[in-house]
């Protein structure tokens, strides 16, 4: 089946930087989708990206989904202690119904 | 307006016993989807219904799982004679009919562990 790698697996941040993640396929999705987990919840949808090279923001977060189809990013803008969480990539794919494929996640944690 | 919530929020079990999580999904809300998620890892598809078609369960992983849906609205995954290797967080997700199906709202999970 289709997999998504998530890069980096974990990140430190500092409060006002800029962080950047990504997720690639080994095949292409119809739409990408960028959810946060806080620990003890569920994934919460920041960003769903419906076209091809399309680049959305929410607030401090902007992504874009790849040209190829094949790839997206998630960019946390100034960032603040609140963002520390995992960031999970999913990829809907038409011909698999309303499946998503997620990615393992990227943990975003605070520099000591 | 109140989210997706499960139950219970923690279970644990012996190996070889029998478990039943439950999942109340949004009022409204026609699909509904149960994914595990192991410790570290991402959320792995088990099992999606949507109205009053056939489930797709083509994602669990063995037939020690089943799931029902009852009236449309609250779903219940069984887990029988439970392994170890079945100790993960299973959350329960819903989403609505005219809206992209995909952009799924999530319950808070219910931890299970087998020992």
């Known amino acids: 089946g289709q997999q998504l790698n998530q890069s980096p697996q974990s990140m430190f941040i500092q409060e006002g930087e800029d962080v950047s993640m990504n997720c690639t396929s080994s095949s292409i999705f119809n739409t990408w989708l960028w959810y946060k987990q806080d620990p003890g919840e569920g994934p919460v949808l920041l960003i769903a990206?419906?076209?091809?090279?399309e680049l959305t923001s929410n607030g401090r977060l902007t992504a874009q989904f790849g040209i190829t189809r094949k790839d997206s990013f998630l960019n946390i803008s100034a960032s603040i202690p609140s963002d520390v969480g995992i960031y999970f990539c999913?990829?809907?794919?038409?011909?698999?119904?309303?499946?998503?494929?997620f990615g393992g996640g990227t943990r975003v944690l605070v520099k000591p | 307006g109140a989210g997706v919530s499960q139950s219970p929020s923690n279970k644990v079990t012996e190996k070889g016993k029998d478990v039943e999580l439950r999942c109340d999904p949004i009022s409204g809300h026609t699909a509904l989807y149960w994914y595990r998620q192991s410790l570290g890892q991402g959320l792995e598809f088990l099992i999606y219904f949507q109205g009053n078609s056939a489930p797709d369960k083509s994602g669990l992983p063995s037939d020690r799982f089943s799931a029902e849906r009852t009236g449309g609205s609250v779903s219940t995954l069984t887990i029988q004679r439970t392994q170890q290797e079945d100790s993960a967080v299973y959350l329960c997700?819903?989403?609505?009919?005219?809206?992209?199906?995909?952009?799924?709202?999530f319950g808070p999970g219910t931890r299970l562990t087998v020992l």
């Open positions: 997700a819903s989403s609505q009919e005219l809206a992209p199906l995909y952009e799924q709202f």
């Open positions: 999913a990829g809907h794919l038409k011909a698999a119904g309303n499946k998503l494929t």
């Open positions: 990206l419906y076209k091809a090279g």
